[in-house]
């Protein structure tokens, strides 16, 4: 069965892309961080992220009753790479000319590592704390979320399809035991090893899977709703969101137990949808929606941009 098109979906990208650009952007009104949280909007790039691949390796494999590796992949890197690549070539270009010497080859090093998607290892292994020095000589910075999903892709239909194989009737199990370890991974280190717990796969990985269980799930009824339960639920999970952008300000110990709120109202969002949800009008209203379908462009430019 073909999976229909999710406008409130973009709207949530669109949403998320602006809470990270405002945090970026530092503006100060009366001496207060306008979106102190917008950082967040990251994990919400996670959950939808988790959602759509799911959907797209299951239709195609449900259907097909196969995968075709190599397409996927080549989909990634079409989808991912070139513009990648452009934003590189132009930041190189300012950086050549802006940043000294020593900074210059710190740069490159950081280039080099997001071209091949290791740049949240490469930025957790030189010592960058996230959160400081943002809008300074680290116009690439923001490319370590690119490498974690890239890492995602790269692994999880590899799994999800060895689940479907031999163990379809469990996949929920499967899925609920990793988002568990990975989520308790994640509060146990988040204290005294913040640079892994920021950057690196398994401690992100339970809003990713937690994506995943919302597509598994998508057309089951495993929770029975009326509609004005469903936009209730929705409504909240909005508010989540929004609390998380005005009132979060700690990046130190995140992903942490504060960081459950927008990512599950996250998924309240994406669960309880349904064409006659105010929220969904909200986040399928045109502005969020063309946000939404070209925040993987906002996201690579604003941050070099705002840097230089």
Do not use: C
């Not at 590796?69 to 300012?94: G, M, Q």
Request: aromatic letters at 20%; glycine letters at 6%; hydrophobic letters at 50%.
């Amino acid at each position: 069965m073909i999976k229909k098109y999710r406008e409130e979906i973009d709207g949530l990208r669109g949403l998320a892309v602006l809470g990270v650009i405002f945090y970026h952007a530092e503006i100060l009104i009366i001496n207060t961080t306008l979106f102190p949280g917008g950082f967040l909007g990251v994990d919400i790039f996670l959950v939808v992220s988790g959602f759509l691949i799911t959907r797209i390796i299951s239709n195609e494999y449900l259907n097909n009753n196969n995968f075709i590796f190599k397409d996927f992949y080549e989909r990634r890197f079409r989808r991912l790479v070139p513009a990648l690549l452009i934003v590189i070539i132009f930041s190189t270009l300012f950086a050549y000319f802006i940043l000294l010497p020593n900074q210059f080859i710190y740069y490159l090093k950081s280039a080099f590592s997001s071209i091949f998607f290791f740049s949240n290892f490469f930025f957790h292994y030189t010592g960058e704390a996230y959160g400081q020095s943002i809008l300074t000589t680290i116009p690439l910075l923001h490319t370590w979320s690119l490498s974690l999903e890239e890492q995602f892709y790269i692994l999880y239909p590899a799994f999800l399809i060895l689940i479907f194989t031999y163990g379809k009737n469990r996949i929920n199990t499967f899925l609920i035991i990793f988002f568990l370890i990975s989520l308790g991974f994640a509060l146990l280190i988040n204290k005294n090893h913040g640079s892994f717990n920021f950057y690196m796969l398994p401690s992100r990985g339970w809003e990713f899977i937690l994506g995943a269980l919302l597509a598994i799930n998508e057309d089951k009824k495993v929770f029975t709703f009326n509609i004005s339960t469903k936009s209730f639920l929705s409504f909240l999970g909005l508010s989540f969101i929004l609390y998380s952008f005005v009132f979060f300000n700690d990046v130190s110990h995140h992903p942490g137990y504060k960081t459950i709120l927008p990512v599950f109202g996250t998924a309240l969002i994406i669960f309880n949808a349904h064409s006659k949800n105010y929220i969904n009008i909200i986040l399928s209203n045109k502005v969020l929606k063309k946000l939404g379908l070209i925040s993987y462009s906002l996201y690579l430019w604003h941050h070099p941009i705002f840097s230089f």
